[in-house]
């Protein structure tokens, strides 16, 4: 399985921003796929996560700000940011769960500037 994440950027307190993650290899729609983030010296730590037939799981410090959704196209997640925060600032990574097995593509980064 390969994940490839893109979308990271600079924006302003407020803004939004798109985050996309494109998955190749053996996976369905029916695995697990989610959305992490890290600040440097800090862990890693789960944002939005969606499993078929289970309501999406997404994280108190960002729920209503934060929507995860399944990108067929691409078949992987995006996920999408709005009212952005300075606190949001961090590397996002894709994360896929496939036959008892976690795969991570690489971060992309994102920062909200006050």
């Known amino acids: 399985v390969q994940l490839q994440a893109s979308g990271g950027g600079s924006v302003p307190v407020g803004g939004s921003l798109t985050l996309s993650c494109a998955a190749s290899?053996?996976?369905?729609?029916?695995?697990?796929m989610s959305w992490y983030r890290q600040v440097p010296g800090n862990s890693r730590e789960l944002v939005a996560s969606m499993t078929a037939n289970y309501p999406p799981y997404i994280d108190l410090s960002v729920k209503g700000r934060f929507t995860i959704s399944r990108d067929n196209a691409k078949n992987g997640v995006l996920l999408q940011m709005n009212s952005l925060r300075p606190e949001d600032t961090a590397t996002y990574y894709c994360?896929?769960?496939?036959?008892?097995?976690?795969?991570w593509g690489q971060g992309t980064l994102v920062t909200v500037s006050s």
């Open positions: 290899g053996s996976i369905s729609n029916l695995d697990t």
């Open positions: 994360n896929a769960h496939v036959q008892g097995r976690y795969h």
